[in-house]
């Protein structure tokens, strides 16, 4: 009994950690290839008349496939990049990994050494919050 309070309490651990992880990841360490790489994506998204492909400004719900969790999330350009409202920049890990996919694809993600699926479920147009009068 003890061993499975123990062993819960782990996994519990890792995976508050590994979505800590997530909702921190910025990466903008870019090696100069990769950043020109989304760059070129991000060029060839703008002239790609299809909505369902991620790119910035589109609200995207994510499944994880390791435990079934469901993210609700904006890419967005790195200054307004703020996970905690659930806004990634389009240079995080999961921005880069992300980038140009449409529904029912799949996404990987490397937190902590290991890969993490992610599978999109929806892409749309990111809602535009209202002005206060």
């Not at 800590?20 to 360490?29: D, E, V």
């Not at 703008?46 to 909505?51: F, P, V």
């Not at 890990?93 to 996919?101: A, E």
């Amino acid at each position: 009994m003890t061993y499975s309070f123990f062993s819960g309490l782990f996994q519990n651990f890792i995976l508050k950690t590994e979505t800590y992880y997530l909702q921190n990841s910025f990466n903008a360490s870019l090696r100069p290839t990769a950043l020109a790489g989304v760059i070129s994506k991000l060029e060839q998204l703008k002239h790609d008349t299809a909505n369902d492909k991620v790119t910035v400004g589109r609200e995207i719900r994510l499944v994880n496939l390791q435990d079934q969790q469901e993210y609700q999330i904006e890419l967005v350009y790195p200054p307004k990049h703020k996970p905690s409202a659930g806004r990634f920049s389009v240079i995080s890990d999961l921005g880069v990994s992300l980038l140009g996919r449409s529904k029912g694809e799949l996404a990987e993600v490397s937190i902590l050494g290991k890969p993490v699926l992610f599978m999109i479920k929806d892409v749309s147009l990111a809602k535009k919050p209202k002005k206060a009068k």
